[in-house]
C-alpha cells in the first residue's frame, strides 16, 4: 500500500528566501530538530555552492556517527552533468540528489531563450540523471521545475525518461503556486499512474493553498498507486509567499476528515517536537511566528469568548481538534528577568562557565572549556544573537564538528 513520507527543504528552499538566512550551526540545528520529529529526509543544501561544502561534510559525518539518523540528507543541484561533477567533487560522501530543471514552455523559452527546445532539456536531464547514478548516488529525484504550467503529455514523457534512466522520484513542482487541490490532484494522479513513479509535491502559497495542494497531490499519487513525498519548510518559509507548512501540512494529513485512515504516513512523525522545531526556526530566521499559526501560533489553543471558554473548559474537544501538549507545549518557558548573562563574540570565560553550569555541563579543565568558548564566540560572529540552550550543548558534545561548521575560508581563486 503507498504512502506519504515528508522531505523538509527549509534549507534549501527556505534559506532562498529574499531577506532571509541560516548560518551554517543554524542548518545543521534544523537538520537535528527534523530527525528527531521523524522526517523522511531533509533536503539539506547546495553541494555546488562552495561556501556549504564543509557544513556538507560534516552533517554527513554525524549520520555516519548515528547521530543524524534516520534522517536522509539530501542535496539540490541543477539536472546538469556539471553540477554532478561539481557535486560530487566538493562533497564525495553524499548519496542523495535532487536535479532540477525547468519544464513549461513559459521557463524554457522564458529562460533558455530559444537556446534550447524540450529534447534538449529531456537529453539534459537524462545525462544528468546517468551521471548521479555513475557516481554511485543511491537516491535520485528528478525535479520538473514549473511543473503546473507544464502540459501533462511533456511531463509524462519527461517522468518516464527520468525512470528509464534510473531516478527514484518526480518532483511535481508547483514553483508559482498555481495549482488548486483539484488541478493538482488530476495532475498527480495521472502522473503516478502513467510514469509508474513516486511522485513529491513541492508547493507553493502565492494563492494561499500550498498545504490544501499538497495534500490533494498525495491523495491524487497515492490514488495513482505510489507513494507520495511532500515538500515542506518549518513555519512555511520559503521564496515569495512561501511553501507549505511542515506543522501545518503533518496535521493536515493525520488529522483532517477521514484521511488518515486511507493515506498513511510511511514513517510516524513525533509532534512533541513540533514547538521546538518552529521555535527555533523562528528565532534562527528572525521571523516571528503568526499568532493564528496552526498548532504552533500563540492563539492555536487561545480562548477568551465567554460561549468558547466554557466550552473548552467544559470539554476541550468542543472547540479544539487535537491537544496543546501533542504538539509539545505546555511546559513553562522559563524567561530571566532579573540578570541575564548570555553568549556573545566577546564572552569570556567567567560568564561563559555561568551559562553552561545553568545546564549541567561541566568541563574537564580549563583548556576544554576554552575551546568550546573560542567556538561559541565564532558562532556567535555568525549568528549575531545570543546561541539558545541547544546550540550550546551541540557545541560542547561535538567541538570538532562545530569547527568544520564555523570553518569559512573563500579561495582566493574560486572560479572554477
Ligand atoms: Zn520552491
Not at 551554517?24 to 530527525?35: G, P, S
Amino acid at each position: 500500500m503507498p504512502k506519504i513520507y515528508f522531505i523538509d527543504v527549509t534549507n534549501r528552499d527556505g534559506v532562498q528566501t529574499a531577506n532571509l538566512g541560516l548560518s551554517k550551526l543554524e542548518k545543521t540545528m534544523i537538520n537535528m530538530y527534523l530527525n528527531k520529529m521523524g522526517i523522511f529526509q531533509s533536503e539539506f543544501g547546495f553541494p555546488t555552492t562552495r561556501h556549504e561544502s564543509l557544513y556538507l561534510q560534516a552533517n554527513l559525518e554525524l549520520a555516519e556517527m548515528g547521530i543524524l539518523k534516520p534522517i536522509r540528507l539530501e542535496g539540490w543541484i541543477r539536472a546538469t552533468v556539471a553540477d554532478v561533477e561539481t557535486a560530487l567533487r566538493l562533497v564525495p560522501n553524499i548519496r542523495h540528489l535532487n536535479l532540477s530543471i525547468s519544464t513549461s514552455n513559459q521557463m524554457i523559452n522564458g529562460k533558455f531563450r530559444g537556446t534550447k527546445n524540450r529534447d534538449d532539456i529531456l537529453n539534459m536531464m537524462v545525462d544528468a540523471v546517468e551521471a548521479a547514478r555513475s557516481y554511485g548516488a543511491k537516491s535520485i529525484g528528478v525535479n520538473a521545475e514549473d511543473a503546473s504550467r507544464t502540459d501533462i503529455d511533456f511531463l509524462v514523457k519527461f517522468g518516464l525518461a527520468a525512470k528509464e534512466h534510473g531516478a527514484h522520484r518526480l518532483r511535481y513542482c508547483d514553483t508559482l503556486g498555481y495549482d488548486n487541490p483539484f488541478t493538482i490532484y488530476e495532475t498527480t494522479k495521472t502522473l503516478a499512474e502513467d510514469v509508474g513513479i513516486s511522485i513529491e509535491m513541492h508547493c507553493h502559497g502565492d494563492l494561499g493553498m500550498a498545504v490544501a495542494n499538497s495534500v490533494a497531490g498525495a491523495k491524487g499519487t497515492l490514488d495513482g498507486g505510489q507513494d507520495a513525498y511532500i515538500n515542506t519548510t518549518i513555519n512555511g518559509t520559503g521564496e515569495r509567499a512561501g511553501n507549505a507548512d511542515l506543522v501545518a501540512t503533518v496535521l493536515a494529513i493525520t488529522k483532517s476528515r477521514g484521511f488518515a485512515e486511507k493515506y498513511p504516513l510511511g514513517r510516524s512523525i513525533d509532534l512533541r517536537k513540533a514547538w521546538k522545531t518552529a521555535k527555533f526556526a523562528s528565532y534562527a530566521f528572525g521571523v516571528p511566528i503568526p499568532i493564528n499559526q496552526p498548532g504552533v501560533g500563540a492563539n492555536a489553543f487561545a480562548h477568551s469568548s465567554g460561549i468558547h471558554a466554557d466550552g473548552v473548559l467544559k470539554d476541550p474537544e468542543n472547540y479544539e481538534l487535537y491537544s496543546f501538549t501533542e504538539l509539545g507545549r505546555g511546559e513553562p518557558e522559563l524567561v530571566e528577568t532579573g540578570r541575564q548573562i548570555s553568549s556573545g563574540e566577546y564572552s569570556g570565560i567567567s560568564g561563559f562557565r555561568h551559562i553552561m553550569g545553568k545546564m549541567a555541563v561541566s568541563f574537564k579543565d580549563t583548556e576544554e572549556a576554552r575551546e568550546v568558548l573560542e567556538l561559541v564566540r565564532y558562532a556567535n560572529v555568525e549568528a549575531q544573537r545570543p546561541l539558545v540552550e541547544d546550540e550550546l550543548l551541540f557545541i560542547a558534545k561535538y567541538p570538532q564538528i562545530a569547527r568544520k561548521l564555523l570553518t569559512l575560508n573563500p579561495l582566493e581563486n574560486s572560479v572554477h
